[in-house]
């Protein structure tokens, strides 16, 4: 929309949203308009050119149309919890999909590996973006069965605390 006018962006940004909330969404199955204000949106288009739903509001009385209202706004709650349920299938359908490719390192006692350092120290790229990062290498000392794992350096002095596998990586000397 905006790549002929980059620098009026902001005058786009109505439409884009617009756009956005009146849409579909795959893991929602729903439209976000619809899940804040329980109906869908009408599209300008069909004021001007009039459709069946608009056809039937303006012909059902205030009274009727005040009801109408009630029973959707009562029904928004199920249909949040209905795209609730709808996103939970999806991000497990995401996460069987991402875990079918993910290849599990599996280490034992006494593999020699090393350990990724402390994300904080990832945070500034002042440091310098050549710095190592990893450390070790390190023993594995003792294997737990939740997928942590127990250190040692090459003294053998216990260095840290127990740490999840996928921050390992074997060490080949």
């Known amino acids: 929309m905006i790549s002929s006018h980059k620098r009026d962006w902001s005058d786009k940004l109505p439409e884009a949203l617009w756009a956005y ?47 109408l209202r009630l ?21 497990a359908r995401m996460a069987g999909s991402f875990d079918k490719k993910v290849r599990q390192r599996a280490h034992k006692k006494s593999d020699l590996v090393l350990a990724v350092k402390k994300p904080m120290v990832f945070a500034h790229k002042s440091k310098g973006k050549f710095k190592l990062k990893w450390e070790g290498p390190f023993v594995i000392d003792k294997v737990f069965s939740n997928g942590a794992y127990a250190l040692l350096n090459m003294e053998g002095d216990r260095c840290m605390l127990p740490i999840n596998g996928k921050f390992l990586k074997r060490y080949y000397p």
């Open 21 to 67: 909330r009146t849409t579909v969404r795959g893991p929602t199955r729903s439209t976000p308009f619809s899940l804040v204000y329980g109906c869908e949106a009408v599209v300008p288009l069909e004021v001007q050119i009039p459709s069946l739903r608009v056809s039937l509001q303006n012909e059902m009385t205030q009274e009727s149309n005040v009801k």
């Open 71 to 91: 029973q959707e706004l009562d029904n928004l709650d199920e249909r949040r919890l209905e795209a609730l349920q709808s996103v939970e299938l999806y991000q």
